[in-house]
Every structure is written in structure tokens, then in C-alpha cells.
């Protein structure tokens, strides 16, 4: 339909005008390009030789992406396994590197994972609030070894601790790893 052809444009257009705008303040701050997917990681050494590894996700891209949905509160596996990699912490073979004794993990992304607001109504055709592929995302950071997981987009104070086994089933071992972040 008419409304379906302009929405669509809308969305395009709107998704590569904020991108290219993200892109132009990204090189700007850090003088580079960023990553394809427009997550970012850095490492820091602090005083006490202590590391803190801070992984910030996309989870705002709007459009779809031959054969991976990137939609509002989506992650996607791919990105998770970039920046993994690119982080250090999973080799070019998939393995997962362990976490060295000492260093705190931090990962950002916009949208939350669990439900922080007293109650949410629903409406048909309405924007995602909480990250589409949580799941996906929760065992990523058990994998991981995420230390602290920081999201916004609700504005709203909000503070818990999950305690997350791969397989809740099953007895922890080191490939169903029991993980407190």
C-alpha cells in the first residue's frame, strides 16, 4: 500500500541519516571509522594493574539485514561474535578465551534487558522497549564473563543481580558454566 511505501522510506532514510550522522561524530571524537555494526570496545589499565574491558553494543540499528533481523532492541549474533573477537575474548575459532584473573568486564547497550517498569500497556504496533534477543545476549555475557551489564533507554534507576547457568537443568561443569554478574 500507499502507507506501507512511505513508511518504509521514512525508515530508510531515517536510518541512514542517524547512522551517518553517528559515524561522522564517531571519527570525529576518535579519528577513526568505527565497526561496520557500530559497536565499540576498549581496554584500560588502571592504577594496580587493573584491567577494565568495556564493550559497548548496537542495539538501535533500525533496518533488516540479509539473513540477520538488526531491528530496535536487537543485538544480533553476529555482532556478538565480532566483538567477542575483537575484544579477546573468543579466538578466530570460535573458542572462548578464559578471563584472566583480575580484569572487570563491563558491557553497555541501549535498551534493557529485564523489565524495570511497574507495569507497561500494550498497544498495537507499538516501539520494543527490552532487547529482542535478551536470551541470546544474557548467555553471551554468562559465556563471557561479563562483570557489569549497563543499559539505558527507560531513564529509570534500576539495580539487580542475576545469577545464570547455560543450562538450568543440567549440572554446572565448564561448558554449563554458572555465572553472577
Same mark, same amino acid.
Given at each position: 500500500?500507499?502507507?506501507?511505501?512511505?513508511?518504509?522510506?521514512?525508515?530508510? #532514510?531515517? *536510518?541512514?541519516?542517524?547512522?551517518?550522522?553517528?559515524?561522522?561524530?564517531?571519527?570525529?571524537?576518535?579519528?577513526?571509522?568505527?565497526?561496520?555494526? =557500530? %559497536?565499540?570496545?576498549?581496554?584500560?589499565?588502571?592504577?594496580? &594493574?587493573?584491567?577494565?574491558?568495556? $564493550? $559497548?553494543?548496537?542495539?538501535? @540499528? =533500525?533496518?533488516?539485514?540479509? !539473513?540477520?533481523?538488526?531491528?530496535?532492541?536487537?543485538?544480533?549474533?553476529?555482532?556478538? #561474535?565480532?566483538?567477542?573477537?575483537?575484544?579477546?575474548?573468543?579466538?578466530?575459532?570460535?573458542?572462548?578465551?578464559?578471563?584472566?584473573?583480575?580484569?572487570?568486564?563491563?558491557?553497555?547497550?541501549? &535498551?534493557? =534487558?529485564?523489565?524495570?517498569?511497574?507495569?507497561?500497556? $500494550?498497544?498495537?504496533?507499538?516501539?520494543?522497549?527490552?532487547?529482542?534477543?535478551?536470551?541470546?545476549? =544474557?548467555?553471551?555475557? @554468562?559465556? *563471557?564473563?561479563?562483570?557489569?551489564?549497563? &543499559?539505558? &533507554?527507560? *531513564?529509570?534507576?534500576?539495580?539487580?543481580?542475576?545469577?545464570?547457568?547455560? %543450562?538450568?537443568?543440567?549440572?554446572?561443569? !565448564?561448558?554449563?558454566?554458572?555465572?553472577?554478574?
Amino acid at each position: 500500500s500507499e502507507t506501507d511505501k512511505l513508511w518504509t522510506t521514512l525508515v530508510e #532514510n531515517y *536510518h541512514r541519516e542517524s547512522k551517518e550522522n553517528y559515524i561522522n561524530f564517531y571519527r570525529d571524537v576518535f579519528q577513526r571509522k568505527p565497526e561496520d555494526d =557500530l %559497536s565499540q570496545g576498549r581496554k584500560f589499565l588502571l592504577g594496580g &594493574h587493573k584491567i577494565v574491558e568495556v $564493550a $559497548a553494543l548496537n542495539s538501535c @540499528v =533500525l533496518q533488516q539485514v540479509k !539473513d540477520s533481523f538488526l531491528g530496535m532492541g536487537f543485538i544480533g549474533e553476529q555482532q556478538l #561474535n565480532n566483538v567477542a573477537e575483537s575484544m579477546g575474548w573468543m579466538d578466530e575459532s570460535g573458542e572462548y578465551v578464559s578471563k584472566k584473573t583480575g580484569v572487570t568486564r563491563i558491557v553497555m547497550l541501549h &535498551h534493557h =534487558l529485564t523489565s524495570i517498569n511497574e507495569v507497561e500497556d $500494550a498497544y498495537l504496533d507499538s516501539k520494543y522497549s527490552v532487547t529482542l534477543d535478551a536470551e541470546r545476549f =544474557l548467555r553471551w555475557v @554468562v559465556r *563471557h564473563k561479563v562483570d557489569y551489564v549497563i &543499559h539505558g &533507554h527507560m *531513564h529509570r534507576s534500576s539495580c539487580i543481580t542475576i545469577t545464570k547457568t547455560l %543450562s538450568p537443568l543440567e549440572p554446572v561443569t !565448564d561448558s554449563n558454566p554458572k555465572h553472577t554478574f
